[in-house]
């Protein structure tokens, strides 16, 4: 999978430009707040629906203008793929090959990419939010089964917590049971593919942080939570689970049970990563995770992810540097960072310089 061509219009602080990269190692350079994140995070947009970095769509748009506009021509196993996004200030619009989606899941997963930041440190240090949200981009992009049950498992929940914030005990308690039945459906199918995916994941993060680290910490990811193989089982479990908390819920005014509430244990060489890990340890544990969720994609869809490395280098020692390099020689990167020179190591790379928004040619 290799992007051709990026086209950015009023989006952060672009006013219009377009990046052509090339299939290897794609180098953005220049001055710190010059515009490289940004370029990143419209490939990413592209590929998730999301931005990684605001909540807000409308955050996207330069300042001053009423919309902005993000496309991309892609070359895929299957052929030329054209991707554009048009973000209003309460809406968007998302186009595949020039026709408009009405759903997310039809645009997700057309062109897919693994991100990673120093901000991935969250993902070992911080709380559950992040994996799961870790979770949820990455297997969104390879099946549109877990990307719609998690809209509509999100939807049902969100309806589900207004409800608990009423005032009519007798009322809640009556409808509860209906909502119940839904949000057990969905949160099955969430679990299972949740489940599926960190059974891949795990063995290749393993893998990835033995090479980073030369076989000196062994890294090991496990669900945080028991469910049944059974898919049936698990929405019985569910409703039961559901059912036995609407007293706590209704004190705590949301759904204290489900998937949302899940979590990914991580440890290294026995211990709990989140507690004893430090910055150096969580962040190769984070890289080796990227590094294992970019092969998944590699073995799901039968090609590689594009991979964007906003930032990276900086943080990394120098022996950590050339094996990740190594690691992602023949897969389309594109990497950000103040002086290339000091990261390439002899490697090919297109050059692209950026200032205040704007192509250095």
């Known amino acids: 999978m290799v992007i051709k061509n990026l086209t ?5 602080n672009y006013g219009e430009e377009t990046f052509e990269f090339v299939p290897g190692l794609n180098i953005l350079t220049g001055r710190n707040a010059q ?3 940004n370029c990143a995070e419209a490939v990413f947009y592209l590929c998730t629906g999301a931005s990684l970095r605001i909540r807000h769509d409308r955050q996207l748009i330069r300042r001053g203008e009423s ?3 993000i496309a991309a021509s892609v070359r895929t196993r299957f052929g030329d793929v054209t991707l554009s996004a048009v973000i209003f200030e309460n809406r968007r619009e998302l186009y595949v090959n020039g026709n408009k989606v009405a759903r997310a899941a039809d645009f997700v997963g057309n062109m897919n990419s693994v991100f990673f930041s120093p901000g991935e440190l969250r993902l070992i ?3 559950p939010d992040e994996r799961r949200r870790f979770l949820n981009l990455s297997i969104s992009q390879t099946s549109r089964e877990y990307c719609t049950a998690l809209t509509r498992y999100q939807r049902i929940l969100d309806q589900r917590n207004n409800l608990l914030k009423g005032h009519d005990v007798s009322v809640i308690l009556e409808t509860l049971p209906v909502w119940d039945e839904q949000l057990a459906v969905y949160a099955s199918r969430i679990i299972r593919h949740r489940r599926r995916y960190l059974a891949r994941l795990s063995p290749l993060a393993r893998d990835a942080h033995s090479y980073l680290t030369d076989g000196a910490e062994e890294l090991l990811l496990e669900m945080d939570g028991s469910y049944p193989e059974n898919e049936d089982e698990i929405v019985q479990k569910l409703k039961g689970q559901f059912a036995a908390s609407r007293e706590r819920d209704l004190r705590l005014g949301f759904t204290s049970v489900g998937p949302h509430r899940d979590d990914i244990k991580i440890s290294i060489n026995g211990a709990d990563a989140r507690g004893y890990a430090s910055q150096g340890q969580a962040r190769t544990a984070a890289l080796s995770l990227k590094l294992a969720e970019t092969q998944i994609f590699r073995e799901l869809s039968g090609e590689a992810p594009v991979l964007i490395l906003d930032d990276v280098m900086s943080e990394l020692d ?7 390099l190594e690691r992602v020689r023949d897969i389309q990167c594109i990497l950000t960072c103040t002086h290339a020179e000091r990261v390439l190591y002899g490697a090919e790379s297109n050059k692209i310089k950026i200032r205040e928004g704007k192509i250095v040619r």
């Open 8 to 12: 950015l219009q009023n989006f952060r």
């Open 35 to 37: 515009g490289k994140t």
């Open 67 to 69: 919309s902005a506009r």
């Open 318 to 324: 120098l022996p950590r540097r050339k094996k990740l």
């Open 125 to 127: 240090q911080d709380g």
